[in-house]
């Protein structure tokens, strides 16, 4: 099993910038893909990155390719979100989560392990 305890969410303006960091527990935490998601008032949970094992591969959703970087450093069981040129619409509780499943994944189903969330508020 892996616990997971984001960090580094607040409030921002417009074209702004924040590092999320998703600490886990446990020895293996290599073996699992991470990502993240957010929830905005109102709406349902959404993919947002995702990112393989070993860190050479990553995912992004659209809303977010380019602005966002998912990152990782297995020595420290540790994932990061770099968010850059935020927007209002990227307000949101933001989840990192562990997926045991096969790359790529970035269906909700497929992760098992979730954090508790952290918010990100975005000011106009």
Partial sequence: QVQLVESG???V?????LRLSCAA????????????FRQAPGKTR?????????????RYA?????RF???????????????????PEDTAVYYCAASSRGWPTMTQASYGYWGQGTQVTVSS
Wanted: charged share 15%; aromatic share 8%.
């Fill in 9 to 11: 969410g607040g409030l």
């Fill in 13 to 17: 303006q417009a074209g702004g910038s």
């Fill in 25 to 36: 527990s446990g020895r293996t935490f290599s073996s699992y893909i991470m990502g993240w």
């Fill in 46 to 58: 959404e993919f947002v990155a995702a990112i393989s094992r070993s860190g050479g591969n990553t």
């Fill in 62 to 66: 659209d809303s977010v390719k380019g």
């Fill in 69 to 87: 970087t998912i990152s990782r450093d297995n020595a420290k069981n540790t994932v990061y979100l770099q968010m850059n040129s935020l927007k």
